[in-house]
């Protein structure tokens, strides 16, 4: 690390002299302009007028060589996590149709890309999102009005016999999905880029709190696909489990956690994330109470049920986990 003497100039000017090695590998000569950013901490990001711009970053996949829909289709999410700039699929003398299907799949499950460029065998994806224009905040309130919904419905589905409720479940998951997979990308350029996270406001230290929390609101989502399914299968079965109304106490209980955590989270309070802790308590002995009630039944419908108790009870501890995670971010 080296170390400069801040020097006075004209009266009123602070200057500081720049590493001749640093000026000489970028190419920086007399008159030539810096830009001078502010992060979080105080610290200052110093680079040349117009390197702000994005890096290209290329990505290219011989699809001789990934032969699996499925594979290739997690390999691509993983180059947006990455935060790859511009994907190039390719194959000759064609790409096969259920590999194309997978690459179109992909860019329409995400944000910001899209095919640029494509022909028999090549297809060119760029991302052209700007990670500053969807501020993680506003994505985490996205995703947690989507799995709330998702919960509601399972549970209204359920109570009511409301099929068509608990049948769309997986396409409302893949959304949230989709905006997991963008916080995970946002989270990849803060940390690569001090100055991505200056522009969009957050430390880059901060950006694993974002990340932690999407996670665990897609499990949530997860689980409401769960109790979704299962829910169909006790309606399908036409029985009417007695324990219902306490099921649908349990869910209200568990919804509430969740509801909690985020609120708690978005307004920085540490207190209010500390008692939504405490509160999972009830709702697991709650759930526990009920468990033992099924355990003593016989059949598919016990088993179904305790599988519904069991995501109910999730939904509340990962919801506390959101609440450890606020106390963790708040804590200076």
Request: hydrophobic share 40%; charged share 30%; aromatic share 6%.
């Amino acid at each position: 690390m080296e170390k400069r003497k801040v020097q006075m100039t004209g009266g009123s000017s602070y200057i500081i002299t720049l590493p001749k090695e640093w000026v000489r590998e970028r190419g920086i000569g007399k008159n030539d302009v810096l830009e001078i950013s502010t992060n979080p901490d105080g610290s200052l990001i110093i680079v040349p007028e117009g390197t702000e711009r994005k890096a290209e970053k290329v990505l290219s996949i011989d699809c001789r060589e990934v032969r699996d829909p499925n594979f290739i289709f997690r390999m691509l999410i993983g180059a947006y996590i990455r935060g790859y700039t511009s994907i190039v699929a390719h194959q000759s003398p064609s790409i096969p149709p259920e590999i194309r299907g997978s690459v179109r799949r992909f860019v329409h499950n995400t944000v910001g890309l899209e095919i640029i460029e494509e022909d028999e065998e090549r297809i060119e994806i760029k991302d052209l999102l700007d990670p500053s224009e969807m501020p993680p905040e506003r994505t985490i309130k996205r995703m947690y009005i989507l799995v709330k919904n998702m919960h509601d419905d399972a549970m209204f589905g359920l109570i009511n016999g409301k099929r068509e409720l608990l049948s769309d479940m997986n396409d409302r998951d893949m959304e949230i999905d989709r905006l997991y997979w963008l916080i995970a990308h946002q989270y990849n350029s803060i940390s690569c880029s001090r100055k991505t996270a200056t522009k969009m406001g957050i430390e880059p230290g901060v950006g694993v709190y974002y990340f932690v929390t999407a996670k665990t609101i897609e499990r949530i989502g997860d689980h409401a696909v769960r109790i979704s399914e299962n829910a169909l299968k006790i309606l399908e079965s036409g029985a009417k489990p007695k324990i219902l109304g306490d099921v649908k106490k349990a869910s209200v209980m568990s919804i509430d956690i969740f509801t909690n955590s985020i609120d708690s989270w978005m307004r920085k309070d540490m207190a209010a994330a500390n008692r939504n802790i405490d509160s999972v308590k009830e709702l697991v002995e709650y759930c526990d109470r009920m468990a033992e009630y099924t355990l003593q039944k016989k059949g598919i419908i016990a088993v179904t049920l305790n599988n519904i108790i069991e995501s109910i009870r999730r939904v509340g501890e990962y919801s506390a986990d959101i609440s450890e995670m606020a106390i963790n971010y708040l804590v200076k």
